[in-house]
């Protein structure tokens, strides 16, 4: 581990001078990271192709969010006002004791070690929006190659290197670790004492088991992991008699997108039993029978889909609706799937809650309202959960709809779960084991969040103050002064 | 166990309702119980008096500060902007496909278990600040009552009872254990499945111990333990010279506060070996053994006082500055004392590192300030740090000063550490070990968030869309709106 000690060693140095960056420096510096990845050009869609086989069409999209995450951070670094700026001035007067100056703002934590997940090479991954939002936070980054694409990661490492050199970012701000397979260098930085917080995207298994190796430390550290989610879809019969058709449509879409590896997939759809229901089922079967196969990401994944698959559709009760009827072209594709389930099984058999990861999901039919809200309740914290309902459903259902926000943290209406808008007011997180900090979101500006804490300032002087907090608001951003928002 | 978990179930029921609690009803439930609370009126410190051996003075102003807290969450709930309300309105003709209507703000994460601190009977306890941010979030409270102040705090408990029948809270949304002096009615409150976070306040070892078993849970919950700190204050060499006199009179009284029983209590005090120095221990120790011995808040405290101060001042090399001359009264009261040692063997030594709790303060004396940095470098994190300097001295040594920030919650200019604003600005928390989650404060309107959780609202009916995230904003909050700040 004398190369570990040796990257940790140099993000420390580095921390001591990329923490006092300027906003304006930091924002420099994400937005070359986009040039160099830019400038790459076709060679890194080909390498990630073949390491992924994800189609060029979608990989060339997911470039563009992962440049579009890196200049979104670096607008919020010239903004500013993320910092959370809070002033309270001085009372000299105040009895029975004066009321000294204190200033507050968002400070970055140290080096952050990020785990890429593989199915996303670009966007979760070495310059994905763990990355950028650590490094914007003024956090160093030092990432664990994800095995599955490693080159394309290595590629996206040197553009990293080249942007922090051209900008002039202090040596060790960002470091690439080419770990292969194994979990030893993984372990290991999660276990530096120079690491302060985790970022991982992927499995319930790999990022448990980083959450657990980090509470063995002497020091408790942030870990947020991203982890699975089964992401609920609630069908309402009054939307089925309008438009079953439509929603099995919208739903055979969501449920074999990218190969159904999406954290995002829909994987448990519920149904109350009646002849819509079944007019649901039968769209959805036909369609999913008209859905090609194709590739997964790897043999891994490919195997493991096939093996949770497996037990879902062999548990008793467990009714396979359909398979997609166009023959497979190669070993590792994903044959789309639909199994179904009633509502009474489904409570007894805590196997078919489980996530099964690709093209795949499970309709259970209950007998009424009450027998759904019972199975909701034995459901655990999602990334998302989607009503497909009448605005009237909506309105009407109550205690239906409060159980859905009380379990994810985004609640759709009448859309599909996949597809995560990358904006302020996107929540990617969600109670566990959605992921492991529901107080925090990992796509969006506010995921920055995560690597910063706040500090304070007493009685110091204006003119010593950082720029957010000095008297004459010199970066004109939003700040709270005396309990009122002002710029 | 069964009455916890009938308590437990409860406080689950109560939050199906409280937490669709609109601010202001919540706001009315916080001025009832600050009501109630200052309708017990003289009981409630005649109790507290004789179960913490607090002077009354103290306890009456602890007694406002908890009011004012209680009035301060009220107005924060009031006013409304605290739930982070961001939108990002549709845009159906974006390419390649339509971007979606997205809205988030902050939810409740669900019951609080909150476990009091034996040094703020009141502030810090039943009715102080963990229960008081939690119910404004809207997450129901258990507290379990600590056994130094065991009547005070069932008395609070009774006083929160009758604001929440009075104000139609559900019932559950508070509930008081009283444990006893063992550990096995908290640690079951903190294993508790319906448990879904931590408020805990007091010593390294209790802070730690909580945290600890919590990571043996299923699933993770935030636990928020504001522990121990030894508080550094660093003496710059110019200070000194133009005014160690008054420096060491500030530093006396800061020490020896409350008999020295706050978590901001000057533990370690350093300087640069030179005759202003010896000037400032000269008025230091004069000081000191001027201020009167007080007594302590229970025997267990004055022990352990008395244990951690005698290892202190039995390590090789350390000197007794100073103790009180004035005689003690009671058995367990605090002797103001006040020791010294070299940096070479404060170095050598971890065990003058860890917090005395009570009226003590070694003084730490550098060779330079390169040694000054390097003892600096030794510690861990802190609540606090101060710089007792002039401005040329805060201006020229940006490392010194950029140590200090990066090692502490709150840094502090010519200015002491005890006394904490209760404000926005008031940063109440710190790198490890000063509490186990530094991203968080457990003082003022922003100690909130550590019990919410963001939830977005993807495709909602404007109708159906709490009145934090409507349209038109009903509730008149400030909101992040396609990236801009309006209100």
Known sequence: MQDLNAVMFQAAQAF????????????????????????IGRELIDIAMQETNLPEGRLIGERGRTIFQLKMFADLLDEGSWVEARIDSANLSRQPIPKVDIRKMLVPMGTVAVFGASNFPFAYSTAGGDTASALAAGCPVVVKGHPAHARTSAMVAEAIFRAAER???PQGVFAHLDGGEGFEIGNALVMHPETEGVGFT????????????????????PVFSEMGSVNPV?????????EAENVAMICANSITLGVGQFCTNPGLIFGIENQDLERFLRV??????????????NEGIFKNYEDKKTIALSQEGVKTESVSKIEKTA????????ASVSADIFLKNPKLHQEVFGPYSLVIKCKDEAQLLEALSHLEGQLTATLMATENELQANEELVDTLKNLSGRLNFNNVP????????????????????????SVGPDSIKRWVRPASYQSFPDTLLPDELKHNNPLNIWRMVDNAFVK
Chains 1, 2 share one sequence.
């Open 16 to 39: 001591k001078k990329y923490r006092n960056f300027s906003g304006k420096q930091k924002a420099i510096f994400l937005r070359a990271i986009a040039e160099e990845i830019e400038v």
């Open 284 to 297: 959805l079967s036909a369609e999913i029978e008209k859905i090609s196969p194709s590739t997964m990401l």
């Open 202 to 221: 992927g499995s319930f298994g790999g990022g448990k088991a980083l959450y657990d190796l980090a509470n063995k430390r002497v020091d408790p550290i």
């Open 234 to 242: 609630i069908l309402m019969p009054e939307k089925l008699k309008q």
């Open 167 to 169: 900008t002039g970012m």
């Open 331 to 338: 070993q590792t594709q994903g044959m789309p799937t639909i």
């Open 418 to 441: 996949t597809g995560v808008e990358v904006c302020f007011a996107m929540q990617h997180g969600g109670p566990f084991p959605a992921c492991t900090d529901a107080r925090f979101t």
